[in-house]
Nanobody, 115 residues
């Protein structure tokens, strides 16, 4: 059974930092591409950061320069370091694991940035 469990969300002031973690089980982690989506209130889920099995990263323009995605294959965990947080970063953050044709999702973790 595949499980992705996010943690690290919470309430933070504008300008602050948070680090999200996503622990995976039930998959061969190091062959999966990983990433993070977020869904702000009343909006659609949007892709914000990806990291391939080989460690290549990509970011949405909205988070580039402020967020960093990384992975630790020894811990089957992907991270999202979020710095200089803004009110508009408020959203539910979801991690995913993908290896065609499968894509697995976590349950989401709430990040709230107070202005």
């Amino acid at each position: 059974q595949v499980r992705l469990v996010e943690s690290g969300g919470g309430l933070v002031q504008s300008g602050g930092s948070l680090r999200l973690s996503c622990a995976a089980s039930g998959i061969i982690f190091n062959v999966h591409n990983m990433g993070w989506y977020r869904q702000p209130p009343g909006n659609e889920r949007a892709l914000i950061a990806t990291i391939t099995s080989g460690g290549n990263t990509n970011y949405a323009n909205s988070v580039k320069g402020r967020f960093t995605i990384s992975r630790d294959n020894t811990k089957n965990t992907v991270y999202l370091q979020m710095n200089s947080l803004k009110f508009e970063d408020t959203a539910v953050y979801y991690c995913y694991a993908q290896k065609a044709p499968n894509k697995y999702w976590g349950q989401g973790t709430q990040v709230t940035v107070s202005s």
